[in-house]
């Protein structure tokens, strides 16, 4: 499969705990995007990277979230001491050099409990 | 954070009506992007618009760019039960290369 790829697909944490997840994009594609969904909500932009550089991130990303992107292929999004209103689909989506088309991968849905 | 209008919220409708959503903003977008989210799964990209005034279809899907540059329009034709989803718009805003999303769309086909 070729497609964004997600891991884990769930993940239930106990409230104040860490916990990490993983996005490998497809294959060349250079920039890669964290979005958050709650439920009944569109996702809601956290951060985006082109290449291992990280050029944005949103004010709903506060500094218990950190994103890392370090040889510009897989990235992987960190949340600490977790708190209940952190449970959400997180999605990453990559595209392409030169192109506008966002593909998705499954997402992680994070409870936290 | 920043989201876009999208209107109906929700749709009820009988297996082989039409069907008509929108998007609106009052923000100017070089590209609009239409997505379908299935319960449990990430979004899935439908058809994707370059420039105001394109119209593009897939299969039973047709979208518009509207020519202000502020909204866009997605319909199916002929609804099916496997249309039956959540409906995303997404735009992505000049000078930036992330995409902000709708508020969605939950459409229910009834055979």
């Known amino acids: 499969d070729t497609g964004v790829s997600q891991d884990p697909r769930h993940k239930i944490t106990k409230r104040g705990q860490n916990v990490t997840f993983r996005c490998d994009p497809i294959?060349?594609?250079?920039?890669l995007y964290w979005y958050r969904q709650t439920l009944g909500q569109g996702p809601e932009f956290l951060t985006y990277?082109?290449?291992?550089?990280?050029?944005?991130k949103s004010r709903l990303l506060s500094d218990r979230f950190s994103a890392e992107r370090p040889k510009g292929s897989f990235s992987t999004l960190e949340i600490q001491r977790t708190e209940q209103g952190d449970s959400a689909m997180y999605l990453c989506?990559?595209?392409?050099?030169?192109?506008?088309?966002?593909?998705f991968g499954q997402g992680t849905r994070l409870t936290v409990v | 954070g920043q989201q876009l209008n999208q209107s109906p919220q929700s749709m009820f409708i009988q297996e082989g009506e039409d069907v008509s959503m929108n998007c609106t903003s009052s923000?100017?977008?070089?590209?609009w992007l239409w997505y379908k989210q299935d319960p449990g799964e990430g979004p899935v990209l439908l058809i994707a618009l370059y420039k105001a005034g394109e119209l593009t279809s897939n299969g039973r899907l047709t979208a518009q760019f509207g020519i202000t540059r502020k909204d866009s329009f997605l319909n199916i034709s002929a609804s099916i039960p496997s249309d039956v989803g959540i409906y995303f718009c997404a735009g992505q805003l000049r000078n930036t290369d992330k995409l902000i999303f709708g508020t969605g769309t939950r459409l229910q086909v009834f055979p």
């Open positions: 294959s060349e594609h250079n920039r």
């Open positions: 923000s100017i977008f070089n590209t």
């Open positions: 989506a990559t595209i392409g050099v030169g192109g506008v088309e966002a593909f």
């Open positions: 990277f082109q290449n291992e550089a990280q050029l944005e």
